[in-house]
């Protein structure tokens, strides 16, 4: 098995915003966790998007840097699939086994 690290930098938070945000929305369609917001923001997923790029204007890199960890270990499991679907997909013989962050 080979381990492969990315370090990644000068990350796009509004792309990540668009691909997570209605992820958060479809968690909050399947339960009572959103309340009234969650509900309006799981019918409108542009809303949604529209709030997650203003509040990311007004946070500090290291927030926006623990927000992004944070979703990456929530979704880690959709986005394993994502990545191994996307493999498949071009004919590349790899096992995506695993998904780590960590903050250095």
């Given at each position: ?10 990350i796009?938070?509004?792309s ?11 968690s909050?369609k399947?339960?009572?966790?959103g309340?009234?917001?969650g509900?309006i ?25 623990e ?21 498949g ?16």
């Open positions: 098995m080979i381990e492969v690290k990315i370090l990644v930098d000068n796009n938070y509004e990540v915003a668009e691909f997570l945000v209605p992820l958060l929305a479809d909050m399947s339960g009572d966790k309340g009234i917001l509900g923001l799981a019918g409108n997923p542009e809303m949604a998007t529209n709030m997650a790029r203003t509040i990311l204007k007004t946070m500090s890199q290291e927030k926006k840097d927000l992004l960890l944070q979703m990456l270990g929530k979704y880690r499991d959709k986005i394993l699939a994502g990545g191994r679907s996307a493999l997909k071009h004919g590349i013989g790899v096992e995506l086994c695993d998904i780590s962050a960590r903050k250095v």
